[in-house]
């Protein structure tokens, strides 16, 4: 397999608009030129006043960089397109198996690869990918062994196949996006036109390091969050006869229709991978973006419930906004929610300073004591705290 790089994209947006009906839009181009990655909006995209990420890649006209290095050099917005973890790995094999080196793919390669597939509402265009049209049953405990050989570095034939499954997705925890009916009692391919009684879900096996509870804990998890006032998408625990496997449904997908996601991290620029936010951004944050304090207010109750409930691996990724047909940007349901050990306990820095600047040592009172202007307005909703 000879090797081209990508040196040029189209973006597309497929969203809803006002009308309700989805619409393809050509947001822009994306070029690859002397080790470096360049963005025009498309003429016909600045008139339509949609900002696809406000903060760090506004509506203008001209050429643009973006003003760090933590994305490769792309944008955030484009970054959020992007897998990391066990969806790049997935591709780095495959991309090995024919005779590439992972260290050749460029950004836009890896982009071509994601294609129209992605979480979200981007598309990219020229495609590497390949659609299937496969409705057959899937099988959660196969799938799960596949995903262990995969992670232990053997079975190159499922490589690709699994890639597929992925859809982008980002975490390091395998996972697939598929279809599920109704009576959750079938499970199809995801990456094809929805089909009659079905919905897009993401559904996780457990990785190398996980308890073999792993599902059986986060799905737990998710019933104390709604319980608790969190807003958050359908959940549900699969039993098959070897393991329970969690299950969310997709929040970026509306039947078939698409919605456009923007994670923390992306929007801001802000690297996921180390400590580099607290709560009070996170707010703050949501405030300007919103500009709704019931937004402002579900954060909170979010912070809250990481806070008591020991959910460390709470980073810039595990936060995201959907912008609605109305062009409104409200806050992302709640995702990956699950006990994890303390920085200390796993040796590693913390994901997530927290309000006291320590995730070890963020605690419900130093939320309460938040001196963020921003929190005045919703400070005097003491119930948040009380209810979560």
Not at 37 to 61: H, V
Not at 81 to 110: A, C, M
Not at 204 to 211: G, L
Not at 219 to 244: C, D, I, Q, W
Request: charged share 25%.
């Amino acid at each position: 397999m000879a090797y081209s790089p990508t040196e040029l994209l189209t973006v597309y947006l497929d969203a809803r608009g006002p009308s309700g009906k989805t619409e393809r839009r050509k947001v822009g181009r994306l070029a690859f030129k002397d080790r470096q990655i360049l963005f025009e909006y498309d003429a016909s995209f600045l008139t339509s006043g949609i900002e696809i990420s406000p903060i760090k890649l506004p509506l203008k006209s001209g050429v643009s960089t973006a003003d760090t290095a933590i994305f490769d050099g792309l944008f955030g917005v484009f970054n959020d397109s992007l897998p990391d973890g066990w969806g790049r790995l997935l591709l780095d094999r495959t991309v090995e198996k024919y005779g590439v080196h992972r260290g050749q793919l460029n950004p836009l390669d890896r982009l071509a690869y994601v294609g129209r597939h992605g979480m979200g509402a981007l598309s990219y265009e020229p495609e590497l990918s390949q659609q299937s049209a496969n409705d057959a049953p899937l099988a959660l405990d196969k799938l799960a062994e596949e995903s262990a050989t995969v992670l232990a570095g053997e079975n190159e034939e499922v490589f690709e196949d699994l890639l597929r499954l992925n859809g982008s997705s980002s975490g390091a925890r395998p996972k697939i996006v598929a279809q599920v009916s109704a009576d959750k009692k079938r499970i199809i391919h995801g990456q094809q036109d929805l089909q009659p009684g079905f919905a897009h879900w993401m559904i996780k096996f457990p990785s190398s390091q996980d308890a073999r509870d792993a599902g059986a804990i986060e799905y737990a998890y998710s019933l104390m969050a709604k319980a608790a006032g969190v807003e958050m998408p359908e959940t549900h625990l699969f039993r098959t006869k070897r393991n329970k496997y969690f299950g969310t449904k997709r929040f970026d997908r509306d039947n078939d229709a698409r919605i456009h996601m923007h994670s923390l991290g992306g929007l801001i620029h802000a690297d996921h991978r180390t400590p580099s936010l607290d709560y009070d951004m996170v707010l703050r944050v949501t405030q300007a973006l919103t500009r709704n304090i019931r937004e402002a207010g579900k954060v909170y109750a979010l912070a809250c419930f990481n806070v008591l409930a020991h959910n460390r691996d709470d980073h810039a990724k595990n936060f995201s906004f959907l912008l609605n047909a109305r062009s409104e940007w409200i806050l992302a349901p709640a995702y990956d929610l699950t006990f994890s050990g303390s920085a200390r306990e796993s040796g590693r820095p913390p994901d997530f300073a927290g309000f006291s600047g320590d995730g070890d040592s963020c605690s419900a009172s130093s939320l309460a004591q938040n001196n963020c202007s921003e929190c005045c307005a919703y400070r005097r909703f003491p119930k948040i705290m009380d209810s979560v």
